[in-house]
């Protein structure tokens, strides 16, 4: 209540006076009842607490004013002779002279007080206003972002009422963005216009004030306020300018970093991508010649078994070199943005025995077994890339399993997710591996000295995350080999974008 009474007279002067003159007034009232109870010399001090109230409240100027009223009301109305100013007893002078000494002394003691208190809200205030934007410019990742926390800051400390006019400028452009009702505004031609000029601290330019954003030497923006400001203000907008000069900075720092992380992953697989084609693409292409070269060379001189053992390893490496060569294809249009989700409703069970149609005799007499386990079999996705990811599983399966297993496809799900699981009675994958198997041409050595740089588990990934799933190595509860889990979710409607190439990862 008495913070609302001061925020009133601090906003209405004239009414600090009278209120200064109806205290004086009622407390007139109160000395006279308390007259019949106590000394008439003690009654001083019950105008003393109300000069103090006053300067609590109030200005100096209206303290000033209760001070004196209050020792003309006290020679008016309690000093012989009474009702006049004439005082017939030097001891009612002395105290008389006292009490307004003391008043006055009061006003200027709790003026002090009022202005230190005054003085330190204010400050404290303006740390705060720094301390929160510290904190925003901290998290921001981007230079519009930087430019709307520093704009509604400065709003903020100088009143919503200020129109702030910032620019980020470099090499090439000038980005400029406003906030505030003002229709005019500076545009890019006026700030190239103010950086022309020799700017320290800031300059004046039709009717705007501009600081810059400096670090260093280097001006990194411009900001421009049309409102006047005192030096308090100013040093604040220039500590506001240099915290966002740091934020800008550090953002850069980030996007170099991001650039140079980026070229050397960009090398690296630029160096696994020819090591896969050295591998993967020669290595099949090996077998085929030589057994194409056996079948032309010797042709009378071979059995039919063995023909058709030849012909078959061609077709098989034929098979092999397509598989690796499509994985390829994809990788280039997953990085390159060209698949879209078409999201249908399939059925689960025709994905599955699509995907074991797809995949051409093991040589190692692997075969499938499939169990589908769940209460709705329609889902909304991409069937093909669902298809395609599931068929990479497979794949891998075959490959690391031992000669007539059997490889185990399960689906089922809970409340969230669909669950598919392919089961390999292979030698399992070490749990320091487990994640490292989904990194493009990343390798593990096989038993058969056949080592694998391919792309299928990692663009199977990429397929999976771009339905919002995940895909995982698991251990094979029978202990075995490995259970690898397709988990979507069963939510459809979240839009997850566009496949790229580094969901893979």
């Given at each position: 209540m008495i913070l609302n009474l001061k925020a009133r007279f601090t906003a209405h002067p004239a009414y600090q006076y009278a209120f200064a003159a109806l205290l004086v007034l009622l407390l007139t009232f109160l000395a006279q009842v308390l007259n019949n109870y106590l000394p008439y010399t003690s009654l001083l001090l019950v105008f003393l607490a109300g000069v103090f109230l006053v300067s609590t409240l109030t200005s100096h100027g209206a303290a000033i004013v209760a001070s004196l009223l209050s020792f003309l009301s006290f020679n008016f109305f309690f000093t012989e002779p009474y009702f006049t100013f004439h005082v017939i007893h030097q001891s009612d002078i002395a105290t008389l002279v006292l009490f307004l000494l003391v008043a006055l002394l009061t006003v200027d003691m709790a003026s002090r007080m009022r202005r230190a208190i005054s003085h330190y809200q204010q400050s404290l205030k303006r740390l705060t206003n720094f301390y929160d934007?510290?904190?925003?410019?901290?998290?921001?990742?981007?230079?519009?972002?930087?430019?709307?926390?520093?704009?509604?800051?400065?709003?903020?400390?100088?009143?919503?009422?200020?129109?702030?006019?910032?620019?980020?400028?470099?090499?090439?452009?000038?980005?400029?963005?406003?906030?505030?009702?003002?229709?005019?505004?500076?545009?890019?031609?006026?700030?190239?216009?103010?950086?022309?000029?020799?700017?320290?601290?800031?300059?004046?330019?039709?009717?705007?004030?501009?600081?810059?954003?400096?670090?260093?030497?280097?001006?990194?923006?411009?900001?421009?306020?049309?409102?006047?400001?005192?030096?308090?203000?100013?040093?604040?907008?220039?500590?506001?300018?240099?915290?966002?000069?740091?934020?800008?900075?550090?953002?850069?720092?980030?996007?170099e970093l991001a650039q140079t992380k980026l070229h050397a992953e960009t090398e690296q697989l630029r160096s696994a991508l020819l090591s896969s084609v050295s591998h993967d693409l020669r290595t099949p292409l090996s077998s085929i010649i030589g057994a194409g070269t056996s079948v032309i060379e010797y042709d009378h001189a071979l059995s039919i078994e063995d023909r058709q053992a030849l012909l078959k390893s061609i077709v098989e490496e034929a098979q092999r070199l397509d598989r690796h060569i499509q994985n390829l294809l994809d990788m280039t249009r997953f990085g390159n943005d060209q698949v879209k989700l078409e999201r249908d409703w399939v059925d689960i069970h025709d994905i599955i025995h699509s995907a074991i149609k797809r995949m051409p005799p093991a040589t190692n007499g692997v075969h499938f077994d499939a169990e589908i386990d769940v209460q709705d079999t329609i889902i909304h996705v991409h069937g093909l890339l669902i298809e395609q990811a599931i068929v990479n599983l497979l794949d891998n399966a075959v490959k690391v399993s031992t000669e007539n297993a059997l490889v185990k496809i399960k689906a089922h799900q809970d409340d969230s997710s669909l669950h598919i699981d392919i089961i390999d009675m292979g030698p399992g994958i070490p749990d320091e591996d487990k994640e490292k198997v989904f990194d493009m041409f990343y390798s593990l050595s096989r038993g058969d000295n056949q080592t694998s740089h391919g792309l299928g588990l990692a663009i199977c990934r990429g397929m999976i995350g771009a339905h919002g799933g995940h895909v995982a190595a698991l251990n094979n509860p029978d202990g075995k080999g490995t259970l690898m889990r397709i988990s979507l979710p069963l939510n459809s409607n979240t839009t997850y974008g566009q496949l790229k190439l580094w969901q893979a990862f």
């Open positions: 934007f510290s904190q925003k410019m901290s998290s921001a990742t981007d230079v519009e972002t930087v430019m709307d926390i520093m704009m509604q800051s400065v709003r903020s400390f100088l009143g919503h009422a200020t129109d702030v006019v910032m620019a980020e400028t470099s090499e090439t452009a000038i980005f400029v963005k406003h906030q505030g009702d003002s229709k005019v505004y500076p545009n890019e031609a006026t700030f190239r216009q103010v950086l022309t000029k020799d700017l320290d601290t800031f300059c004046w330019h039709k009717g705007w004030r501009f600081f810059p954003i400096r670090l260093g030497q280097k001006t990194l923006g411009l900001v421009a306020i049309n409102k006047r400001l005192n030096d308090k203000e100013s040093k604040g907008i220039q500590t506001f300018c240099h915290l966002t000069s740091l934020a800008l900075h550090r953002i850069k720092l980030v996007n």
